[in-house]
């Protein structure tokens, strides 16, 4: 169905069963902000995954998407909707400038091209106060009503749209993998000196590639603003764009729900692990070494290899 | 062939391209008959793979002037040159290992005919495609194997699969980089089957080590050795060029 595997299916249908019955169990806040990293993620593994791109400046197109979403609402007044479609789009155009800038080089030029980029972002956010609020941050987002209907001030209310922004991402996502342009994109990464051969321009296809998990991010970015209440600066820093990868990597890079779970994890240890204070990063750093030494494909990734199906 | 009145498709004046000190090719003025079958030979280095590089724009010649058509095509890009009907194939066999035979096929069709941007739409689309891809396949033999995995097939039928992927543009102009090497006699002898029906309507440049092939097959023949020409012709004169016969067969034979 829809191209998904068996297995895929079966995840899926884990996954939504998950995603409705969370907020009975776990704070709906740590769920949604779950559900906002993991739509993150995937659109990371995009790059990292299909293309086979480290970037380590994602964190300048979540950032944005989430300080032009909670501006809008919270300085302009405009509804929430509005201010994540605006988020993506925001991520979506710095992505279109930024991956133009970042694609014709390779490998580690790439990831240092990609990481200074996002250093500009991030002293930008600093600098321009009047939109970003600079060390203060964005307070107090209100959560107004959706469309200008629907009333978000419940948490129950606001899990429903991350829920379902979430879901159409992991579907979407999917189906760019499984697209003319993501077998392309697979050929690509398997030999692109004879993609130029055939007449193929691969630099075309990173770039779009580029952008969607830009979008993505900004996407995230916004739903995370509006869920949170408050845009700050460490949401557009450089230890936010390594956790999205160390959430790929966990995960498992090059699966679709790998991200999802490397997500889950990595929120879930900066909540329960809170009251070790500093030692958080250092025993993540921990379980980050342990992971890579154990699971090499990570852990969807390892899964999916011991089933012999792609997740 | 009545080469006196065809006029040629391809053309190099001068060609050279340097290595960091080192001529891998040296001065090469071709003229490739629109067509004709013409092999390009020579010992082991002598620049063959070198010059089908430059002439694909993979490599930027160190001097020299390539026309294609007519035109001054030196400054291109690689993919630029493909879309204008230059194809090539790859001495080490190029294929997507990780794609099945058909899905290998599909991909060069896939772009010509519009389908390698929609991201939005499901790759069921490609389907549209299979049956040209079977047909393809079946060209060159390897009609049973289309929902293999590329990188599982034997090394004689990824160069087919390699052959077949490049017909699948329809290239007028055809630039294959030693077709059989490292085949069995029997897929040489299916390849050079194929080749000869391919000439239809096309022109085939081939770099090729295995004499009784291009005897066979070419119109013209120029035998490069370090870089340089060293003869020039159709096989009879070729091969009883006594320069050709220390230059080539004492290398090859030593
Ligand atoms: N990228 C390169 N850098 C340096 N030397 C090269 C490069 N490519 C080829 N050469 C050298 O150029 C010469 C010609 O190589 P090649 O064109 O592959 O020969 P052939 O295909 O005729 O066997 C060889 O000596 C090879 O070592
Ligand atoms: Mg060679």
């Known amino acids: ?311 | 062939m009545n080469e006196a009145v065809t006029e040629a498709v391809l053309e190099t004046s001068g060609l050279t391209k340097r290595f960091s000190g080192f001529t891998a090719v040296d001065n090469v003025s071709l003229s490739v008959k629109a067509g004709s079958i013409h092999a390009l030979i020579g010992p082991n280095g002598a620049g063959k793979t070198t010059c089908f590089n430059l002439l694909t724009k993979f490599l930027q010649p160190s001097a020299g002037k390539i026309t294609y058509r007519g035109d001054d095509i030196t400054h291109l890009k690689p993919a630029d040159v493909a879309r204008r009907g230059m194809v090539r194939s790859f001495q080490i066999s190029a294929v997507f290992g990780h794609m099945t035979a058909l899905e290998n096929v599909r991909i060069a069709l896939q772009r010509e005919r519009g389908a390698s941007f929609d991201f939005w739409r499901s790759d069921r689309r490609l389907q549209r495609f299979n049956d040209r891809a079977r047909a393809l396949l079946e060209d060159v033999g390897l009609g049973p194997f289309a929902d293999t995995m590329a990188a599982e097939l034997s090394y004689g039928r990824k160069r087919a699969l390699e052959i077949a992927t490049t017909l699948a543009l329809d290239p007028p102009l055809l630039l294959l980089d030693e077709p059989t090497a490292g085949m069995t006699e029997q897929d040489v002898a299916r390849i050079v089957d194929l080749i000869k029906r391919l000439r239809q309507g096309r022109t085939i440049l081939m770099v090729e080590h295995n004499l009784s092939v291009v005897a066979g097959l070419s119109d013209r023949i120029t035998v490069l050795t370090r870089g340089r020409v060293l003869a020039e012709g159709n096989y009879e004169t070729v091969s009883r060029d006594p320069a050709v016969i220390t230059a080539y067969l004492g290398s090859d034979h030593a």
């Open chain 1, 1 to 311: 169905m829809f191209g998904f595997s068996r297995a895929q299916l079966i995840s899926l249908v884990i996954l939504i069963a998950v995603v409705i019955a969370a907020p009975f169990f776990v704070y709906p806040i740590v769920a949604m902000q779950v559900m906002c990293y993991a739509l993150f993620a995937l659109g990371t593994n995009l790059l990292m995954g299909s293309v086979g791109l480290l970037s380590l400046g994602q964190a300048a197109y979540f950032g944005l998407g989430g300080y032009t979403a909670g501006y809008l609402v919270q300085s302009l007044g405009l509804t929430p909707e509005i201010g994540i479609v605006a988020g993506g789009l925001a991520g979506g155009l710095l992505g279109a400038v930024f991956g133009w800038l970042a694609i014709r080089r390779q490998d580690i030029y790439f990831a240092m091209i990609t990481l200074a980029l996002a250093q500009i972002v991030y002293f930008g956010a600093v600098q321009l106060t009047g939109f970003t609020g600079g060390e203060n941050g964005i307070q107090g987002i209100p959560r107004s009503a959706l469309f200008g209907l629907f009333p978000l001030a419940n948490d129950h209310a606001i899990y429903a749209l991350v829920a379902v922004v979430f879901l159409i991402g992991v579907v979407f996502v999917h189906r760019v993998i499984h697209s003319p342009f993501g077998q392309v994109v697979r050929a690509v990464r398997d030999n692109e000196p004879r993609m130029v051969s055939l007449g193929y321009r691969p630099a075309s296809y990173k770039r779009i590639m580029f952008i969607l998990a830009a979008v993505l991010a900004g996407i995230a970015g916004g739903l995370k603003a509006m869920v949170m209440g408050i845009q700050t600066l460490s949401d557009v820093g450089i230890a936010t764009s390594g956790l999205v990868v160390l959430m790929v990597l966990l995960g498992g890079i090059g699966t679709i729900f790998g991200p999802i779970v490397g997500a889950l994890i990595v929120i879930a240890m900066q909540y329960y692990l809170a009251p070790f204070g500093a030692w958080v990063i250092v025993i993540q750093g921990g379980i980050f070494v342990i992971c890579v030494l154990v699971f090499r494909r990570g852990i969807v990734g390892e899964l999916a290899y011991r089933l012999k199906s792609p997740l």
